[in-house]
């Protein structure tokens, strides 16, 4: 291979299959005709040397157009200039948004043009170098001519390689070909101990005529080579006599390395390969008390210390030096592996939650001046923190630990989300004393049926949904809504919940005429939720008030009932409530198992989502999607942190909440009823000004007023009944470890593509619902949340023509055989499906 076609076929080609951008810098002009000859239908060249101003728009132009039908999917930007270094130079250069937004070119050392050169044609290193040392600007020509190309006949003939680079490749892993001619033929082993010798300086210690002792020699060489090429510190005294490859050779074993891992057909054998000589060599004893072991983790055990260095780089509060560790090796062919993507996952949402702390904390001071400011910026941002902090919370119980390596990076997290909270809090809890709840001009969720459902049904003929979620938090309501806009059109509107934040409450307040019948009734010690003098002890109770106003216009159901059932609805219902109680019920009926059900929140999303699609099919208008009350996640509390009730006479609620007489103090609020929406027999309601309930222990609580229990959402969805055709079709395809049909982890990787199958597939997107199921039909296995996998709904969307690694967590107590199952997560319906079976190894 030239090294024209070889700066084409194995830099520049790659970086944009996997980027789709790349801008070259190249102030030499040495590269300009092997960027034009990239252009085609697939590519569009911009040349930045003809003319400025013109190189500009088209570039920006094609950038804005990218992957759209009938246009490229890549981008190519030529700049005949020197690479922008530093972060004032980036300013200035108007083509480095390219470099920031795709690859770059050149990217470190490894692509100036004498390493290039040697990659290229690394049995001819000795040769390159002596050019170089005469001239610093060899031509094409001049390296091409170097050699002859005449080495190594039998090997180039049995392999049907060219380079000494890609025989060497095909001596570590050979294709069944290879394989075959290697076997049937003689005359090969005494050029691969020659060529081994003169491009690596390996002296072969086997005398085997065979492939495979050879192989095992190279592989081991090969690795620890790059190893030692990496390792900034000296290398221990026990390593000392190991093999390793002559400093010329360096850039062909990083290259050799880097394709090893890289390639789809080669990194399963990387793996085992690496770590059998890890273990071979015993090099995490070897290596304790090295702390720097350079940027590259051809080891797994490397893989471990450059965690480490970003769980005490987080802690330390070096949140840059630990993204930065996170990034280098967010690629890293150890990820590949289910239990160290979730490590990783769980410190890649710490960084991001300890970041939005930052953010909220900076932006709190002028956002809280009134209690209706407090609650604009909770719906906007502040919201997005607790998000963040189910996001970690879900990624610590999806971590199966093997050490306690990475607790002290989960409690640092959720320290510092506790001190923003409890902060917030104290604001929030001010100025509720002194506004009252609701604000003025808030909806208050005891008006939503008569002033925003009602309203709706006055139209003859029009159908209306109420689905009653309970514990949709406001942060979850604006993940639902997100998914629901993308079909439908769907706003979401911040609403006050009625207090004490409980569902009877809650539940009552969304029936009509609570506005102004909804009462809270003394009970001997406790009470009851009254409407209209109706008390209301039941869901029986509450859907009753519903039916004696509408009559046979009205029908109720579970949101699951109705998920499931195949009947239609009689055409006069014109009213239909869906109860849900699937979030409430995950969080609070397992206490001790909190943190491990909140991945059972994105099902009763995706539930949700599917009510909504079975409603349109049902010829549904509207959907009005409302909720009880929010939720606050406890798993940041101290052992201590509980609140002492206030001296008075007291009704607790739900240990968050207090009705009676009494006073404040410093623990505790105390508003008049009245001032705190409430209406009945209690003069006082009360609750604790921190987020610490009355009980310790709680993980998962709501009840009292905070941001989290008393702020939640409103959706209304307007149903659009046109179907538009749909021109966008793709195929998905599953496989696992090329092929393999049994998963040794709880946490299998599996490979998942999309094909699109027209031209107008190339900008779609596709939402895929990833499920592993049991004989029985059950849910064994999903998609881990995070990453690829919406973290609320598990969905994962997908472009076609890309290959992504998706970890699937199983059950703890499935073992068996299972279907892995693509779904579509509103119809259900199946892309594909795998048949695979569990043989893990305890």
Known sequence: MTIEGFVRSEIFLPRLRKASVLAVYDPGQRYREICQSLADEGTEVVDAGTSSIEAREAAMLALASLGQPGRPRNLLVYVPAIPPVTDEERQTDPYAVYAACGAVFPDGDG???????????????????????????????LIDNVG?????????????????????????????????????????????????????GLKLMTKAKTLSPIADELWRFLLFSEFVFDLPVALPGALSNVPKAIEAARPLVEHLCETLRNGASSRNEYIARAEA??????????????????????????ERTFLAGAVNALVAEDIDGAKAIVSRHA???????????????????????????????????????????????????????????????????????SDASLSVAVDHCRKRYAKLIEKVQSLFSRQLETGGWPPPGRLSNRDVFDTVVEPM?????????LIMVDALRYELGVALHGQLAETEQAEIKVVCAQLPTVTPVGMASLLPGAGTGLRLVKDGDGYYVALNESKMASVANRMEIMRSRFGDRFMEAQMSAFIRSKSELPK???????????????????????????????????????????????????????????????????????????????????ERALLGEGQSDAANFVLPAEKAG???????????????????????????????????????????????????????????????????TRLPVVDLAVEGENMFSLSETFEILLEAHNKKGEVVGEAKRGGLADVATGIITAKPGVKIQVTVKMAMEFEGKFVL?????????????????TDYAV
Not at 457 to 465: M, P, Q, Y
Not at 590 to 606: C, F, R, V, Y
Not at 822 to 831: D, E, M, S
């Open 572 to 654: 006069s219902v014109e009213l239909l409530v869906l109860r849900t109680v699937d979030i409430d019920a995950h969080l609070e009926n397992a206490p001790s198992e909190t943190l491990t059900t909140l991945n059972l929140i994105h099902q009763s999303l995706k539930a949700i989502r599917q009510a909504v699609h079975r409603l349109k099919s049902e010829h549904f208008s509207d959907v009005i999607i409302a909720t009880d009350h929010g939720f606050m996640l406890n798993a940041h509390a101290e052992a201590g942190d509980v609140c002492s009730k206030p001296p008075g006479s007291w009704t607790v609620v739900h």
């Open 331 to 401: 690629s890293s062919v150890w990820r590949s592996k289910g239990e160290s993507q979730a490590q990783w996952g769980l410190i890649e949402t710490g960084l991001r939650l300890v970041e939005g702390c930052e953010d909220a904390d900076r932006e709190l001071a002028e956002n809280a001046r009134s209690l209706d400011m407090l609650i604009g910026h909770y719906s906007t941002s502040l919201r997005e923190v607790d998000r963040l902090h189910r996001e970690f919370e879900q990624a610590v119980a999806d971590y199966i630990p």
């Open 111 to 141: 692509d100036g043009y004498e390493s290039i050169c040697l990659k290229a044609k690394p049995d001819q290193a000795t040769e390159i170098r002596r050019l170089f040392a005469e001239n610093p600007f060899p031509s094409f020509a």
């Open 148 to 200: 002859g190309g005449l080495s190594w006949p039998t090997l180039r003939t049995n392999l049907h390689a060219e380079s000494a680079r890609e025989i060497i490749f095909a001596l570590l892993v050979p294709t069944p070909k290879q394989l075959e001619a290697l076997r049937t033929s003689d005359g090969w082993a005494p050029e691969a101990r020659a060529l081994l010798e003169k491009s690596l």
């Open 678 to 744: 409430v209406r009945g027999d209690f003069a006082k309601l009360g609750g604790p000004r921190s987020l610490a309930p009355y009980r310790k222990g709680l993980l998962y609580f709501h009840g009292g007023a905070s941001l989290q229990e008393a702020v939640v959402p409103l959706i209304t969805i307007r149903l659009k009944q046109v179907k538009q055709p749909r021109i966008a079709a793709a195929k998905v395809t599953l496989s696992y470890k090329n092929g393999a049909k049994r998963v040794t």
């Open 457 to 465: 049904l006055k139209e003859s003929g029009r159908r209306v949904a």
């Open 277 to 302: 000589v890890e273990d071979d060599l015993k090099l995490p004893e070897v290596c304790t008390g090295i702390f720097d072991l350079g940027l590259r983790d051809t080891f797994p055990f490397e």
């Open 821 to 837: 199952k693509a779904l579509n997560p509103v119809t259900l319906a199946q892309y594909v499906s795998l048949e695979l079976e």
